[in-house]
């Protein structure tokens, strides 16, 4: 199985600030990688597939990019709405897998 | 407007059965793959099940392997979830979740079933 492994687990951020997540595939996964924002008792939300290919309505703020097994999302600037906890998931091979979650919140 | 509404969640013994289903509506579902994935309370996402979009394709994680069973019936729009064997490890939020095109990955869920496991 791939494993994916996070970092950091928690980001407490300003408004405004640059975050950087990153995601790293225990195996090479080429370009096969979600990222999803979920809210609390909300259910997950994609917003990144294919790496860097941003899914319709999501704000631009929001950027990935990597392949192999080195992945980033990136929020450009920090906005308010951006409070939640960001997975992501390796789409290469099955049993599919998540990494453990990245918690951000606004300062 | 793409909807996925989960149901069947609820308390099940441990050793019991549980069955959730999936309706879809506002796409034609039999154009779709589609998954199970689930999130223990405060835990992260864990994916379960994939069925392809003409059912011929299904995938299990190990850990349920052997004692769930994924299906769909295209006619009535229906994704379904047969939970058998259950442990307190199976208790859950559960999703439905369409997959847009290969490689696996999901664009919409619904809103989830909650599966307790619990004597």
């Known amino acids: 199985d791939i494993q994916m492994t996070q970092s950091p687990s928690f980001v407490s951020a300003s408004v405004g600030d640059r975050v950087t997540i990153t995601c790293r595939a225990s195996q090479g996964i080429s370009s096969w990688l979600a990222w999803y924002q979920q809210k609390p008792g909300k259910a997950p939300k994609l917003l990144i597939y294919a790496a860097s290919s941003l899914q319709g309505g999501v704000p631009s703020r929001f950027s990935g990019s990597g392949s192999g097994t080195d992945f980033t999302l990136t929020i450009s600037s920090l906005q308010p709405e951006d409070f939640g906890t960001y997975y992501c998931q390796q789409a290469n091979s099955f049993p599919l897998t998540f990494g453990g979650g990245t918690k951000v919140d606004i300062k | 407007e793409v909807r996925l509404e989960e149901s069947g969640g609820g308390l099940a013994q441990p050793g019991g059965s549980l069955r959730l289903s999936c309706a879809a509506s506002g796409f034609t579902f039999n154009n779709y793959d589609m998954n199970w994935v689930r999130q223990a309370p405060g835990k992260g996402l864990e994916w379960v099940a994939h069925?392809?979009?003409?059912?011929?394709?299904?995938k299990y994680a190990d850990s349920v392997r052997g004692r769930f069973t994924i299906s769909r019936d295209n006619a009535k729009n229906s994704l379904d979830l047969q939970m058998g064997g259950l442990s307190a490890d199976d208790s859950a939020l559960y999703y439905c979740?369409?997959?847009?095109?290969?490689?696996?990955?999901?664009?919409?869920w619904g809103q989830g079933a909650l599966v307790i496991v619990s004597s």
């Open positions: 979740a369409r997959n847009p095109w290969d490689p696996p990955h999901f664009d919409y």
């Open positions: 069925i392809s979009a003409s059912g011929s394709v299904i």
